[in-house]
């Protein structure tokens, strides 16, 4: 379907022949190479259709896609990482234990969710297996997009915004942001017709946005000396565009 529609994904593989051609997705957006990735913990109890493949987390199948990746000679790496305890609002042990070996393995950019609830973003300066050290960006859990969950922290969460470009062969990440969402009250009883609104300024004390925004503040002072005339990357929501100048 996903193709039938033109819309590009990665994660879900029909056979194991699509797995191995297909589980290092690479983009170009802005003369900007890009390499996806994506995980998850598990699957609510479904299993896999026989023949067909999910990227889970496991240590040895990250470590050989991320060597794949980089093989690709991408300008950056992004790994979208579907794992974390449920509503809690710092990343648990499991996260943080796959998320180091995401970025010693060489990712530039880990984008997290499952926890349903907003987690800190972050900046961090990390020295790889390969002897690169340079700043890589984490956002540890973005929320709840499109949900019925209406409990403090649970109705909400945000898209997250960030730029990339390459100065002097260098990889610089930079214009971090977020735009607030609000998951809206279903339509009918059985939970049908839930959606996702423009939040600012709307329930941001109440969702827990501005909470995790003021911890992850700090990080500002890193980014704001790299330039905008790059690839901007949301981190939920669809699509690329040029950052504005």
Same mark, same amino acid.
């Given at each position: 379907?996903?193709?039938?529609?033109?819309?590009?994904?990665?994660?879900?593989?029909?056979?194991?022949?699509?797995?191995?051609?297909?589980? *290092?997705?690479?983009?170009?957006?802005?003369?900007?190479?890009?390499?996806?990735?994506?995980?998850?913990?598990?699957?609510?109890? =479904?299993?896999?259709?026989?023949?067909?493949?999910?990227?889970?987390? %496991?240590?040895?199948?990250?470590?050989?896609? *991320? %060597?794949?990746?980089?093989?690709?000679?991408?300008?950056?790496?992004?790994?979208?990482?579907?794992?974390?305890?449920?509503?809690?609002?710092?990343?648990?042990?499991? =996260?943080?234990?796959?998320?180091?070996?995401?970025?010693?393995?060489?990712?530039? *950019?880990?984008?997290?969710?499952?926890?349903? *609830?907003? =987690?800190?973003?972050?900046?961090?300066?990390?020295?790889?297996?390969?002897? %690169?050290?340079?700043?890589?960006?984490?956002?540890?859990?973005?929320?709840?997009?499109?949900?019925?969950?209406?409990?403090?922290?649970?109705?909400?969460?945000?898209?997250?915004?960030?730029?990339?470009?390459?100065?002097?062969?260098?990889?610089?990440?930079?214009?971090?942001?977020?735009?607030?969402?609000?998951?809206?009250?279903?339509?009918?009883?059985?939970?049908?017709?839930?959606?996702?609104?423009?939040?600012?300024?709307?329930?941001?004390?109440?969702?827990?946005?501005?909470?995790?925004?003021?911890?992850?503040?700090?990080?500002?002072?890193?980014?704001?000396?790299?330039?905008?005339?790059?690839?901007?990357?949301?981190?939920?929501?669809?699509?690329?565009?040029?950052?504005?100048?």
């Amino acid at each position: 379907m996903l193709d039938h529609l033109g819309i590009k994904h990665l994660g879900t593989y029909r056979s194991e022949a699509e797995y191995r051609r297909n589980r *290092v997705f690479v983009l170009e957006v802005n003369g900007l190479k890009l390499a996806f990735l994506n995980y998850t913990y598990a699957l609510n109890g =479904q299993p896999v259709p026989l023949g067909a493949r999910v990227g889970q987390v %496991e240590d040895e199948a990250i470590i050989a896609d *991320v %060597e794949e990746a980089r093989a690709r000679r991408p300008d950056a790496v992004i790994a979208i990482f579907h794992a974390g305890q449920e509503y809690l609002r710092e990343p648990d042990a499991y =996260q943080r234990h796959y998320v180091d070996l995401l970025l010693n393995e060489g990712v530039d *950019v880990v984008l997290g969710g499952h926890p349903h *609830v907003l =987690q800190p973003f972050e900046m961090v300066s990390v020295t790889d297996r390969h002897g %690169e050290t340079k700043p890589r960006l984490i956002a540890w859990s973005l929320g709840n997009f499109i949900s019925n969950q209406r409990d403090r922290y649970c109705d909400g969460g945000i898209i997250f915004r960030f730029t990339l470009a390459m100065r002097e062969g260098r990889l610089e990440i930079g214009g971090v942001d977020y735009v607030p969402r609000l998951c809206a009250p279903p339509a009918d009883r059985r939970g049908h017709g839930a959606r996702s609104v423009a939040g600012r300024g709307v329930s941001r004390e109440r969702s827990g946005i501005e909470a995790v925004a003021r911890r992850s503040r700090q990080d500002d002072a890193l980014l704001s000396g790299h330039g905008r005339d790059a690839c901007a990357l949301p981190g939920a929501g669809a699509g690329f565009g040029r950052s504005a100048p």
